[in-house]
């Protein structure tokens, strides 16, 4: 009996390594899609009114530092209005999620407010994490 009699082609497909391949995809994208959409380190306030905001929102935080950021780009308060006509021109942007450390005081959030409404934004959200009973 010669080898070539003795292994016999099969035309079945083995599909061990695909699903090998399809759960350690289902992983990766688990475990990297919180970390994309991750934004600047804060300690949120907690609010019964929290919800969830408008994912095409612009994020605006500010740390218990007084730093703040568009998205994940540091700006100074005077650059904000600027910053966000710029993104209403080219974006159409039309919102804003204001997210502040639990730190920040009443009067620095007053004046990011206030940069907003120069920056001609008039939808703003403030983000906040939800209470639990």
Not at 97 to 119: C, E, H, N, Q, S
């Amino acid at each position: 009996m010669s080898r070539r009699d003795k292994y016999e082609t099969s035309a079945q497909m083995n599909l061990t390594s695909m699903v090998d391949i399809l759960f350690m995809l289902l992983i990766i994208v688990m475990i990297t899609a919180p970390i994309m959409h991750a934004q600047v380190d804060l300690s949120l306030p907690k609010s019964s009114a929290a919800h969830i905001t408008d994912e095409s929102a612009v994020t605006i935080s500010v740390k218990s530092n007084g730093t703040f950021y568009i998205e994940k780009s540091q700006i100074t308060l005077d650059n904000i209005p600027k910053k966000l006509w710029e993104l209403k021109q080219t974006k159409n942007l039309k919102s804003v999620a204001l997210r502040a450390d639990k730190k920040v005081d009443y009067g620095t959030i007053m004046k990011v407010i206030g940069a907003i409404k120069d920056g001609g934004i008039e939808d703003l959200g403030l983000v906040a994490l939800p209470e639990h009973p």
